[in-house]
């Protein structure tokens, strides 16, 4: 006899745990955005992805892009553990003495874009949808967007705050005011409604008995299946 729905359920839960605040299903996340340029040219934009975990990870085939398709760039090298990766747009000359990773091009709207990151599978890995207005940043003062948290999603407008200077800060950490000050946006955060949490696609209905042997509402199951290369959390689903 299958195990019941319930037993199966809880199980999931045990395998691919709740994550943090609707949590972001990677290390990598896209940490800064300079979508206005520096104070040298409005030209010179950058983004900044940044490796949360604990190992190394080979970006050969994964893609940053926006919605729009502009830009849409492909990556390639490795991004060390607990380090940044710095995209500079058409040369190396944002960020003076700050070497780039990779020269991209393609210019980031200043009204809003929809950034999202994939891995060489295609998998959905984090996004950042500000197709209605950037969260945060100051075209005039070029100050940059600067994520608070790499553990909330980069769809939560509350997890982004404006840097404390301008250019920000690229290849360091984002700036934090005070910590106590922290940890209440933090908090603050979690407090949202599930509505804000990122879903994967590719969780699926995997197998269902409908009709098995003995009571129907004791013996039945349903299993869900994860076919992604990380885990993702179930809570509020």
Request: proline share 5%; hydrophobic share 35%.
């Amino acid at each position: 006899m299958k195990t019941p729905l319930l037993i199966i359920i809880g199980l999931s839960l045990f395998l691919f745990p709740p994550l943090t605040a609707q949590g972001a299903f990677s290390s990598l996340i896209i940490n800064e955005i300079a979508w206005m340029g520096t104070n040298k040219s409005a030209n010179d934009e950058w983004i900044e992805i940044y490796n949360n975990g604990d190992k190394d990870i080979n970006l050969d085939g994964w893609i940053l892009k926006s919605a729009d398709k502009i830009p849409k760039i492909s990556l390639s090298g490795t991004i060390s553990a607990k380090n940044f990766y710095l995209l500079e747009r058409t040369n190396n000359n944002a960020m003076p003495g700050v070497k780039a990773d990779l020269i991209y091009k393609g210019v980031l709207n200043n009204k809003g874009e929809d950034l999202i990151l994939y891995d060489n599978s295609g998998n959905l890995i984090d996004e950042v949808n500000c197709s209605s207005g950037w969260f945060a940043g100051n075209d005039k003062t070029k100050q940059t967007m600067e994520r608070i948290s790499p553990f909330v999603s980069g769809n939560n407008s509350q997890n982004w705050q404006t840097s404390q200077n301008p250019d920000g800060t690229p290849r360091k950490k984002n700036y934090k005011s005070k910590i106590t000050n922290f940890e209440n946006k933090i908090k603050k955060v979690q407090s949202l409604p599930i509505k804000n949490a990122n879903y994967s696609a590719k969780i699926i209905f995997s197998e269902i008995l409908p009709s098995p042997k003995g009571p129907d509402a004791k013996n039945e199951w349903i299993e869900i299946q994860n076919q992604n290369k990380f885990e993702v959390g179930l809570s509020g689903w």
